[in-house]
Each structure stands twice: as structure tokens, then as C-alpha cells.
């Protein structure tokens, strides 16, 4: 009995496992179009300035909020 309680766990394990693989693939599809789009969209009608606005917001280096203790 112990045998088949500990499959139907690791049973359970897996499937929560392959849907949270299944929503991660999802995400990172539609972050993948949402960036296509927005080159498509960004090869169109827009200034060189308002491009160099769009990349410079993503390129920068993050800094930490609060300097690091000694």
C-alpha cells in the first residue's frame, strides 16, 4: 500500500511539474511575440530618437538601491 500512495505522490509531483513547464514555455512564447511586435512595429514609423528612447530604458546597467555594508 505504502508503493502505491508514494506513486500516486510522485505521480502528482510530475503532472504539477509539466504544468508549470507548460505556463513557463507559454509566457516566455508571448514575451517572444510581444518583443517581435514591437520591432515590427518599431521598423515602421517612428524617429530615430524615439528609438534610441525605447532601447536606452533596457540597456542601461541596474545599480543596487542601497550600497553594499563593509
Given amino acids: 500500500m505504502f ?3 508514494l506513486h500516486q505522490t510522485r505521480s502528482a509531483d510530475l503532472l504539477a511539474a509539466a504544468q508549470h513547464d507548460r505556463l513557463v514555455r507559454e ?6 511575440a510581444r518583443r517581435a511586435e514591437t520591432r515590427a512595429s518599431g521598423r515602421g514609423e517612428t524617429s530615430a ?3 534610441a528612447e525605447a532601447r536606452s530604458h533596457s540597456r542601461r546597467p541596474r545599480r543596487h538601491r542601497f550600497a553594499r555594508a563593509a
Avoid: F, P, S
Avoid at 509566457?27 to 517572444?32: D, E, F, S, V
Fill in 3 to 5: 508503493e502505491y500512495e
Fill in 27 to 32: 509566457a516566455l512564447r508571448a514575451r517572444a
Fill in 49 to 51: 530618437q524615439d528609438d
